[in-house]
């Protein structure tokens, strides 16, 4: 599995899959790979426009990865969503989970304009 991270603003990993999927196929490498890239990090910026599809086990995986974040006082943010993922995160309510934003930028900055921690 193709994952690419960098840093990005003020200490903000921000990661893209090279997978247009993330599903029972793929999560167990998905979740091993960004586990090992985000465990120093606090700032985590999911940036998911090469994603086309997500079943339950990635979002699975994406709850596990917040959880992960939160234990360490950070946080995990989704951006740049399909709208075919868009609306199954929206019937799922997942905006009551995850901070979700439009794009890169707005979720990078959103961190800096909220003074969360590093």
Partial sequence: MEINAKVEGDQV??????????DASNVREFRETIHSLIQKRTRVVFDMSGVKFVDSSGLG???????????????????????????LFDLMRMQRVFRIHANREEAVQAFTKSGELV
């Fill in 13 to 22: 990993l921000v990661v893209e899959m090279g997978e247009e999927n993330l």
């Fill in 61 to 87: 995986a994406m709850i596990s990865c917040q959880r992960m974040l939160k234990a360490a006082h950070g946080e995990f943010r989704l951006c740049s969503m399909s709208v075919p993922v868009r609306a």
